[in-house]
């Protein structure tokens, strides 16, 4: 038995990083992986705030801000960006006010594959040069005036919903 404590993604394949916590696990052996809902959701939630905070930030501080790096688990998210100055205070307090406003009205958070030339017309946001495949994943947040708050290719895991989220809170 082990509980899987991370994941890593090299090109099409799945590292499960795994702490034994009886019993031995060999080169070879099948194993039987189990997901404790709990933890995937509290990464969901985790993961589809980094998006809403992404765009508060583009919006309430310039379209230059560009997302550099984030770390999403089940205990925290951290957001790594570009942006010439320190972030005040009192624009931290706006950003989370934006990103709780699209959580407190609950959309629904839309995943659609698509080619990535179609993804490109869409407007969605490409982050720090990755590569992507032909087919992406394209994750929506946010529709109001029949345009999305939040409009970005990615491939982790989002909640249904805004308000699964509950609140997003910046600590530092």
């Known amino acids: 038995e082990g509980v899987v404590k991370d994941t890593k993604r090299l090109g099409s394949v799945f590292i499960h990083l795994v702490t034994v916590t009886k019993g031995v696990?060999?080169?070879?052996?099948i194993t039987e992986q189990k997901v404790a809902p709990s933890f995937?959701?509290?990464?969901?939630r985790n993961h589809s705030s980094t998006h809403l905070i992404h765009e508060s930030l583009r919006q309430l501080l310039g379209s230059h801000v560009a997302q550099k790096g984030?770390?999403?688990n089940s205990e925290r998210l951290r957001f790594d960006f570009s942006h010439d100055l320190?972030?005040?205070?009192?624009?931290?307090?706006?950003i989370e006010?934006?990103?709780?406003?699209?959580?407190?009205?609950?959309?629904?958070?839309?995943?659609?594959?698509?080619?990535?030339?179609?993804?490109?017309?869409?407007g969605a946001r490409a982050l720090f040069g990755?590569?992507?495949?032909?087919?992406?994943?394209?994750?929506?947040?946010g529709l109001e005036d029949e345009k999305y708050f939040s409009v970005e290719l990615c491939g982790g895991l989002h909640v249904q919903s805004a308000g699964e989220i509950g609140l997003v809170k910046i600590l530092g």
């Not at 696990?25 to 052996?29: F, S």
């Open 25 to 29: 696990i060999t080169v070879g052996e």
């Open 86 to 94: 320190p972030v005040t205070t009192d624009q931290i307090f706006l």
């Open 70 to 72: 984030s770390l999403n």
């Open 130 to 141: 990755e590569k992507y495949s032909e087919d992406v994943r394209v994750v929506k947040i």
């Open 97 to 122: 006010q934006l990103a709780n406003r699209y959580v407190r009205q609950n959309f629904r958070v839309i995943s659609e594959t698509m080619p990535l030339e179609e993804a490109k017309k869409t």
């Open 40 to 44: 995937r959701q509290r990464v969901r």
